[in-house]
């Protein structure tokens, strides 16, 4: 494990009321507060094609029942929690 201080600063967060956001270096990433979804993923000023995810067919991922997030040493962690087959997803973006 590379120390925190060896990868960067840590992670930047900041929330809006429908998103989200996450910095390290130039790479953003945003999360809709509604679906706790991916919805935006950026490296250099570049959107890249992974967004709108994870979904699972037939919609069972249920209903959001819970959106969090918090520092996790330098990285910082979204986790949405859901009522249906799918119960959590894990969003972690590292300082490098």
Do not use: Q
């Not at 925190?4 to 999360?31: C, K, Q, W, Y």
């Not at 809709?32 to 979804?37: C, F, I, K, L, N």
């Amino acid at each position: 494990m590379v120390p925190n201080e060896a990868r960067g600063p840590a992670v930047t967060a900041t929330e809006t009321a429908d998103r989200i956001a996450l910095a390290a270096g130039d790479v953003r990433v945003e999360i809709d507060r509604a679906t706790g979804r991916l919805v935006r993923l950026a490296r250099g000023g570049a959107s890249l094609p992974l967004a709108d995810g994870p979904r699972l067919v037939g919609g069972a991922e249920g209903k959001l029942t819970a959106l969090t997030h918090r520092a996790d040493g330098a990285d910082h962690v979204v986790e949405a929690t859901y009522d249906g087959a799918l119960k959590r997803v894990r969003w972690r973006l590292r300082p490098d």
